[in-house]
């Protein structure tokens, strides 16, 4: 079945900065690929997803990036805000499910 | 819209006993699953409905765990004789379509059950 490693576990950024989390995914079927971003007590929250036939995907502050040759993708958030502090989650699909990754809990120290 | 609601917030149970976990997806959301999180990792998938059957229940621990969406709708997940290492928050998500990969997955805010 597939199997979802994240990494970092823990990254601190100053405000401002840039904030990247990478992922790896072992069943090349596989071919959806959503970030989650969870607040405490919160269920997650999609932020941005990428399809396999997609290299890269931009939302503003957010970018997603996949290299399905390698099977890895990485989620980048630039000029990162206080607020953009929670734990983030990535996910490759099996069939109709979710695998996800171990998760990043990102904190952005003003 | 409302998003996906769970019902209770938190629940705490006595070791042995049997719980039931109620899920209200988004309306006109085809697809429905039930997600478990322990403390400090990453969604672990239990089962997944399309329409009132069970396209997936290959992540089920066990048969002390069932779950069912008679309707097409509502869905329950049942615990019977908890045991401690059942505490976890378990999540439910629905999708427009389950049928396609694609589809997102909407979230709930998750059911704290704690057993004592």
């Known amino acids: 079945g597939e199997n979802v490693e994240q990494h970092p576990s823990t990254l601190s950024v100053q405000e401002g900065d840039s904030a990247v989390i990478k992922c790896t995914y072992s069943?090349?079927?596989?071919?959806?690929f959503p970030w989650y971003k969870q607040e405490l007590g919160k269920g997650p929250q999609l932020i941005i997803d990428?399809?396999?036939?997609?290299g890269e995907k931009k939302d503003q502050r957010i970018a997603v990036t996949l290299n399905k040759t390698a099977k890895h993708f990485s989620l980048h958030i630039t000029e990162t805000q206080p607020e953009d502090s929670a734990v983030y989650f990535c996910a490759a699909n099996q069939g109709g499910k979710l695998i996800f990754g171990q998760g990043t809990e990102l904190s952005v120290k003003p | 819209g409302a998003g996906v609601s769970q019902t209770p917030s938190n629940k705490v149970t006595e070791k042995g006993k049997y719980v039931e976990l109620r899920c209200d997806p988004i309306?006109?959301?085809?697809?429905l699953y039930w997600y478990r999180q322990s403390l400090g990792q990453g969604p672990e998938f239990l089962i997944y409905?399309?329409?009132?059957?069970?396209?997936?229940d290959s992540g089920l621990p066990n048969d002390r765990f069932f779950a069912v969406r008679p309707e097409g709708s509502v869905s329950t997940l049942k615990i019977q004789r908890t045991e401690r290492g059942d505490s976890a928050v378990y999540l439910c998500?629905?999708?427009?379509?389950?049928?396609?990969?694609?589809?997102?997955?909407?979230f709930g805010p998750g059911t704290r059950l704690t057993v004592l």
């Open positions: 409905f399309q329409g009132t059957g069970a396209a997936d």
């Open positions: 990428i399809r396999s036939n997609v």
């Open positions: 309306s006109g959301h085809t697809a």
């Open positions: 998500a629905s999708s427009a379509n389950g049928g396609f990969f694609y589809a997102e997955q909407f």
């Open positions: 069943d090349s079927a596989s071919n959806y």
